[in-house]
């Protein structure tokens, strides 16, 4: 019993095919993760149904960001740097000053906040020419966006203590309603292009 | 082979036993297959995304379809010219092929899941936005509106070329 035992198979050669396989998957792995901006795009319109006057904002509460052709930035009527646009974008959200030219404020109970005048029409307008090239569109975006988190990360900050992207669902949804101004893409207009 | 059982035979440097390795080496194996996506398709075009500080994780990478838009590779320009194309999975499609791509894809997922689609956009830097429009104009058509522009993850926009 002892003499006859089972011929063992060499595993000597295991480590080599499993260091084979390993190999092929090193090589074949991308570990890279997708990143990129999340948006919402607006719903075709129904023909059949009217605009309604929702539609018509005042012009002070709309902050109107153009790119043209050649990349160039206009900003409520002013050519400014790409560099500049997120202060920019940050005073509109809060308009500190309740200055006249920025959006109106109007008294609002939301949770946690209790009566604060918000914003609630402030909108950003994104307008795009055909000729635009995409990188400098979505720097853009990129800059509204990183301005419109900036100031809700601020605010999460001063009332939590903690950052906007820790907050539960409802101080998300409080802070989202404090600082709304959402980014609405328009449609291109061909002016100049090419 | 001598000269080994010669030094273990006198009190030399112990052998280190070697049986583990295998596991050690499977173990590695097993997080690499499971982490490893491979490519679904073959990009005939070239595709380097913007820079940008804001992007957020996908998440879920069953539920997004990929649309990929820019100049195709230099030795298919010749058959297929240096303008900025659309790429639906393997093929070269024009945008009026979106909505139906948009059905399919959808189509593929469960039913529970469709209403969470997402549509990432894979666009080359300095691809003109007039082929981005349309994308994006057929796809309000097609009613996928949840997208992603897809980025690099950046710290700091430094240059916009």
């Not at chain 1, 999340?38 to 009217?50: A, F, G, K, V, Y």
């Not at chain 2, 297959?33 to 070239?46: A, F, G, H, P, Y």
């Not at chain 2, 092929?97 to 894979?122: C, G, H, P, T």
């Not at chain 2, 994006?136 to 949840?146: E, G, P």
Request: glycine share 4%; hydrophobic share 40%.
């Amino acid at each position: 019993m002892a003499r006859r035992e089972v011929q063992e198979i060499n595993a000597g050669s295991m480590a080599d095919i499993a260091f084979l396989l390993l190999i092929f998957f090193l090589v074949t792995t991308t570990m890279d993760t997708d990143t990129g901006l999340l948006r919402q795009l607006p719903p075709i319109p129904d023909p059949t149904m009217e605009q309604d006057d929702d539609q018509q904002i005042h012009q002070r509460n709309i902050l109107v960001v153009k790119v043209n052709k050649d990349n160039m930035l206009l900003v409520e009527g002013e050519i400014i740097d790409i560099s500049e646009l997120r202060d920019v974008t940050k005073e509109f959200i809060i308009n500190p000053n309740d200055a006249e030219d920025m959006p109106e404020k109007i008294e609002k109970n939301i949770p946690f906040f209790g009566m604060v005048r918000v914003a609630k029409q402030a909108v950003i307008s994104l307008q795009n020419d055909y000729g635009t090239t995409y990188g400098v569109y979505l720097a853009v975006q990129n800059e509204l966006i990183a301005a419109r988190d900036e100031v809700r990360n601020n605010l999460a900050i001063q009332t939590w203590g903690k950052p906007y992207e820790e907050l539960n669902e409802e101080q998300t949804a409080a802070v989202n309603e404090y600082y709304n101004a959402p980014i609405s893409e328009a449609e291109p207009k061909k002016i100049g292009g090419e | 082979m001598s000269k080994f059982q010669r030094s273990t035979g006198k009190k030399g440097a112990q052998k280190i036993n070697t049986a583990s390795l295998p596991d050690i080496v499977f173990m590695l194996l097993f997080f690499f297959m499971t982490v490893t996506v491979m490519r679904e398709v073959e990009l005939k075009i070239q595709v380097t995304v913007p820079d940008a500080t804001e992007g957020k994780k996908l998440e879920k990478k069953n539920l997004a379809s990929f649309i990929y838009i820019g100049e195709p590779l230099p030795n298919l320009q010749a058959t297929f010219g240096s303008e900025p194309k659309i790429q639906l999975n393997d093929a070269f499609k024009e945008v009026d092929d979106i909505q139906d791509f948009i059905a399919q894809e959808r189509e593929s997922l469960d039913e529970a899941d469709q209403a969470k689609m997402l549509v990432s956009l894979k666009i080359d830097k300095n691809t003109k936005m007039q082929i981005v429009s349309d994308v994006k104009m057929a796809l309000r058509r097609a009613n996928a509106l949840k997208i992603m522009y897809a980025n690099i993850p950046v710290d700091e926009i430094t240059s916009l070329d």
